[in-house]
């Protein structure tokens, strides 16, 4: 008999998901160079997918193919598309004269069709779920620990010789005590830092490739950003192979063999608008290149420029090698819950945060097995603290409270100072996060992380900021089923998402410091048991409960079997669908003491107790 390890419910499922990681921007200006010579200064708000094109004077910007060049923009009639004048943008252009400045009113449903077409090019048709933002992986995949190598490769042209040096890029890249270009650190230095040191990525740095065509050939704009980015791309992996001999191997892959951080600087500016030629960004490789036993999937691609910030590239990371999906709004209806207080959403891409990126949210480092989690709920852990409670800045640790009706929800709690690598952060004091994995990004009031802000004012998903000085807790504040504020939805509060009693209550905050302290409180009360008992003879088994099926409307099932220690007894669920009974879990150890935790949806269900070998009485306490 096949014996399979006793099954148990991770902490929170571990999600990831390939079109989730796209580059923001906020006021970013870029100059382009027009069909006639001229260089104008373009602006750029919002990100890989979706983003807005403007002049310095506030008027629209798109790309025109029929005029080479970037021209103003008017919304259509319907509201769903920009739309060219077929004026050619210039700096000599009069503002008010016989160009009207537009106003922006594409509808949020054209917006969000055009991040999915865009999410399907880049990344070969894979799409999130409607329903949850996420596809699960595998616990390998998302654990982030220990040495992890990647490549990066550094491109010029036959016309485009490159200014920065293999060795100044390699120093970015690796080197513990870095400050060239205004760094506060480098790419190895962040993730170093932020891990605990439980994390040390490095990169390979090839010699320069220089490219077979000259650099307009591939800034053709007429092209989208993966096509002639990918090309060059494929181009230098074939030098590597064919001509360099790199050992391919000596990267590190996921459990798939796939390359985690594949890296692409090339010499100068992008030299193209906005996600056409080689403008920036995180794509799949397609077709993928294999060599020496391990294939390509992700990469990002990016300019040198005349300096190196390492926001961007620590933000990419997070995608490539822990797997973490972006935490802010892709549609532009607001500025993500999190908004600037992790990496991942904008905490890499301000003035400062792009040279010092702030920390990544607790949940992400748990999920990369960088913090010791202390589990708050008495539901879940019988012997979790209470009362008065302390947790330091920076310290890899953390707090959760878990809902035991849903596993892949919960509260996570960490004080946030303004020193160490948190020193870039808009506010200081104890930061609660609301985590679910069935949440959106698209859904600025159900989003994968909810940042509880102390001031109720959901500031960032009504786009009002990118986060402030009043959203972390400190002396003044409460955490509660009903502060700071007791709205059911679009509130700011302890409620878990269906709207029930979390019995989270956190009060007594001190104030911002390195070390802060709160008390946990609230009116828990651990899930009932109903207890099962029998007895069974070699090779009998016994339906609990009472021989049948029972009824549930979902949630968690929670059921323990203990039996005789001269024996071996197991434990299955079983849930009705298509007319017949169906395995949903199991249970089997060499002993009789066997655990099954299942998220179960709504339906019909049973639990079968089965001799192995041996016979005796047994016990079985089932929790829902």
Request: with cysteine.
């Amino acid at each position: 008999m096949y014996r399979f390890n006793k099954l148990a419910i991770a902490p929170l499922a571990i999600f990831t998901c390939l079109t989730q990681a796209a580059i923001p921007y906020k006021n970013h200006q870029y100059e382009y160079t027009q069909p006639n010579g001229e260089v104008v200064t373009i602006s750029l708000e919002g990100n890989d997918y979706f983003a807005l094109q403007r002049t310095q004077d506030g008027r629209l910007v798109i790309f025109d193919e029929n005029k080479n060049g970037l021209t103003y923009a008017e919304v259509s009639s319907d509201g769903q598309d920009l739309v060219s004048t077929g004026v050619l943008v210039s700096n000599q252009a009069a503002q008010g004269n016989t160009i009207k400045q537009a106003r922006f009113t594409l509808s949020q449903s054209a917006i969000q069709k055009k991040v999915e077409q865009a999410q399907q090019s880049m990344f070969g048709g894979l799409t999130h779920k409607a329903s949850g933002m996420l596809d699960t992986m595998s616990e390998i995949d998302t654990q982030s620990t220990g040495q992890i190598k990647g490549l990066t490769i550094i491109i010029d042209f036959p016309d485009f010789p490159g200014t920065i040096s293999k060795s100044q890029v390699e120093s970015f890249l690796n080197d513990l005590n870095y400050t060239e270009f205004g760094n506060a650190q480098s790419v190895r230095g962040y993730f170093s830092s932020v891990s605990g040191g439980k994390l040390d990525y490095t990169n390979t740095v090839t010699a320069y490739y220089t490219a077979k065509n000259n650099k307009s050939y591939y800034t053709d704009d007429r092209y989208s950003s993966t096509v002639r980015s990918q090309e060059l791309i494929k181009e230098a992996l074939n030098w590597l192979e064919y001509t360099q001999g790199f050992d391919f191997s000596t990267l590190s892959v996921n459990s798939s063999r796939q390359i985690k951080g594949l890296n692409i600087f090339y010499a100068g500016n992008s030299d193209s608008s906005w996600s056409k030629g080689l403008w920036p960004h995180m794509a799949s490789l397609s077709p993928r290149f294999c060599a020496d036993g391990v294939c390509t999937n992700r990469y990002q691609i990016t300019d040198m420029r005349d300096s190196l910030a390492i926001g961007t590239f620590v933000h990419e990371s997070g995608h490539l090698v822990t797997n973490w999906p972006d935490l802010y709004d892709y549609d532009g209806s607001s500025e993500g819950s999190v908004a600037s207080f992790g990496v991942m959403g904008y905490g890499a891409i301000g003035e400062t945060n792009r040279f010092k990126p702030t920390p990544p949210v607790a949940h992400f480092r748990n999920l990369a097995g960088w913090d010791t989690v202390t589990e708050l709920n008495p539901a879940i852990n019988s012997n979790a603290p209470s009362g008065t409670l302390t947790h330091t800045s920076g310290s890899n640790t953390s707090y959760k409270w878990t809902n035991p009706s849903n596993r892949n929800e919960a509260f996570y709690i960490e004080a946030i100072h303004r020193s160490g690598q948190n020193s870039e952060q808009l506010d200081q004091g104890l930061a609660i996060w609301h985590v679910d994995s069935a949440g959106n990004n698209s859904n600025e009031w159900h989003p994968y992380i909810q940042m509880e802000h102390a001031d109720g004012n959901r500031d960032p998903e009504y786009k009002t900021n990118r986060g402030d000085a009043t959203d972390l807790y400190d002396v003044a504040g409460e955490f509660s089923a009903s502060l700071p504020n007791a709205l059911s939805s679009k509130g700011t509060n302890s409620l878990w998402w269906n709207g029930s009693n979390s019995g989270l209550a956190i009060s007594e905050i001190s104030d911002a410091s390195q070390t802060m302290s709160f008390k946990v409180g609230g009116d828990v009360t651990p899930p009932k048991k109903d207890i099962y008992t029998g007895y069974l003879a070699d090779k009998q088994q016994a339906i609990v409960p009472n021989g049948t099926w029972f009824q549930y409307a979902g949630g968690t099932l929670d059921m323990t079997l203990e039996g005789p220690s001269n024996a071996d007894f197991d434990l299955k669920l079983e849930v009705w669908q298509s007319g017949r009974w169906v395995q949903a879990a199991i249970s089997e150890t060499p002993t009789s003491n066997e655990a099954i935790t299942y998220q179960a949806s709504s339906g019909y269900y049973r639990i079968t107790v089965y001799s192995y070998s041996g016979s005796g009485d047994y016990s079985l306490a089932l929790s829902k």
